[in-house]
């Protein structure tokens, strides 16, 4: 009998994803967040043919010094920074990943982040639930509109572009900063203006949404210079990678006022938020859930699978391969 591979899925996912696994593999789960720490992953990782990550997963080199059966590591995200991809590829370990399919979904999540944070909508939720409303208030909870705005887009990527397309239909003007410029028909698609700067770029937003992937250039990025480049009443939303923005600056800069708001999905020592943004005004914070609906999680989790079912099985999933 041929032996099936070994396949480690480092925390429980949908049924659908883990029944199809199951189906053609020897799989274990293990239990939620066991996996968040590389002494156990280096431990364990020898005795698998492959592995379905989270993006909690810290899979350095180290880690994949000890993968010696490993054939595929596939995230169950678009990002890949818990992953030490050079290092996989020189053990001649494939790397897969999960884009297109939480691109609009992510840039919807996004958006409403934009929305909810520009209105106050957390704290005026928060005021209701503690009793506060007592009617109609010509000066209570008031925000900016987002019409004639100028949303900055960091990483004019697949979501950067998804965001744009909406903000477009709340009548925003858009620029972006990006590595390299996007082509001509595309900016003229999304009417979206290069600023190859990153100062200038800073200094023209009333709102700057992050969008790039965490590397070794995009790491704290947005820093206490960078946000002294902001107009005081610009808004940071940061749906993308934690450590983008260095978290201490940027509450500094929230309790100052030296800054507008923020609206985080995301944190640079996840899962800790800087205790001085739990306080911070103008301030809303969410749990890492942009891409969070059931049709897209399912479908990030299918991708994924796909990418080991094919790479260890020889089968003909949809998948996507970083390397
Ligand atoms: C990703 O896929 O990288 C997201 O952060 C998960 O929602």
Redesign the pocket.
Known sequence: MVKKPRVLLTEPVFEEVAGLLSKHTELTIGQRGTYNNKEKLKDEIGGYDALLSM?SNPIDRSVIEQADNLKIIANH???FNNIDVEAAKQKGIRVAN?PDV?TET?AEGTFALILATVRKFSDAERSLREGAFDGWHPTGFLGADLHGQTLGIIGMGRIGQALARRARCFGMSIIYHNRTRLPLETERSLDARFYPNLEDFLSECDILSINCPLTDETHHLINAQTLSQLKPTAILINA??GPIVEEAALAQALHENRIGGAGLD?YEFEPEVHPLLLTAPNTVLLP?I???TNKTRKA?GMLAAGAILNTCCGLDYPCNYIT
Do not use: D, I, Y
Request: glycine share 6%.
């Open positions: 993006l995200a678009v990002g999960t939480l992510t993308s990678r995301v890492h942009t891409s969070a990030m």
